[in-house]
């Protein structure tokens, strides 16, 4: 939660995702908390003895289940959250997105429209959550392999640098990929200002399967890594969506290296090893391409 709250959400396009607008390919990209806590408790919560994983497990049922409604009222809560923890944390002040509208019926089963800048504050809304402790928001991970080891090992990963792999590639294994920076020793103002991105680029999924891979940031091949550690940078995650006429999505996963390359002492490297490993469904995914560039 740390990952995805704090250090892979530092701006609004990272908490909530690239802008989708009309006449665009749809699929922009979802932002941190999409990819985790939301689509896996979608998951984690459907019924795999169902044909579809229904009721929470896919998009048409999810909401025939109470516990959607406190699912998306505890990310609704994180929302809330986010906006309080600083930096450059705010709602997007983008027209397209403050004037984007919706219909509902009201109490009295009258047809009203929303517009977006109308919910940002819940407490116009009616409601305030209770202040509770946050448990995740100083458990910042740490590295599992010592900066000693890391710096012996640079050179064995320069030279693989030379040695781009071939994209597309299809997810059927783990995939090793060496990504060259755009800038490296950036000051503390250069990171302020812009966030090194870690851009998987072309991610091309079945739309009805489940579908999960996870992101390592320079992992060595001689102990397990979990999220608990620095090198985790995140999680790729699609609940399934039955529909008749689209099959596939392709879509990109963006997520925030800058806090990973200070813990893990590389910031004088050149090139990043990007770890690519598939926990559900991999043979249904195909990588277009790794990059890394400076955000906003």
């Given at each position: 939660m740390y990952r995805q709250m704090v250090s892979n959400s530092k701006t609004p396009r990272l908490f909530f995702g690239s802008p989708y607008r009309r006449g665009e390919d749809p699929n922009p990209g979802g932002g941190s908390i999409e990819g985790i806590p939301h689509v896996p408790v979608h998951v984690w919560t459907g019924d795999r003895t169902r044909p579809n994983t229904e009721n929470m497990g896919n998009f048409y049922s999810a909401a025939r289940d109470p516990i959607f409604y406190v699912h998306h009222s505890n990310i609704d809560r994180m929302w809330s959250v986010w906006k309080t923890l600083g930096g450059r944390r705010a709602d997007i002040s983008d027209p397209d997105y403050l004037d984007a509208s919706f219909l509902f019926y009201d109490e009295d089963a009258r047809m009203v429209r929303v517009k977006v800048r109308d919910c940002l504050d819940p407490r116009k809304l009616g409601?305030?959550?209770?202040?509770?402790?946050?448990?995740?928001?100083n458990s910042r991970p740490t590295p599992r392999v010592s900066s000693v080891l890391r710096k012996l090992k640079k050179l064995?990963?320069?030279?693989?640098?030379?040695?781009?792999a071939q994209f597309p590639a299809k997810l059927d294994q783990v995939l090793k990929v060496m990504v060259k920076r755009p800038k490296k020793k950036r000051s503390k103002k250069e990171k302020d200002e812009l966030e090194e991105v870690l851009v998987i680029e072309g991610i091309e999924v079945d739309r009805d399967s489940y579908v999960k891979f996870d992101v390592y940031i320079n992992d060595e091949d001689d102990v397990v890594t979990t999220a608990e550690n620095t090198e985790f940078a995140g999680s790729f995650v699609n609940v399934p969506h039955k529909h008749k006429n689209e099959k596939k999505i392709k879509t990109q996963l963006r997520l925030s290296i800058s806090d990973i390359m200070e813990d893990l002492d590389a910031e004088d490297d050149e090139h990043v090893l990007v770890t690519l490993v598939p926990t559900n469904g991999g043979d249904v995914v195909t990588i277009g391409g790794i990059k890394i560039e400076l955000d906003d």
């Open positions: 409601y305030e959550y209770q202040g509770v402790d946050i448990p995740w928001l064995g990963r320069a030279n693989a640098a030379d040695s781009p």
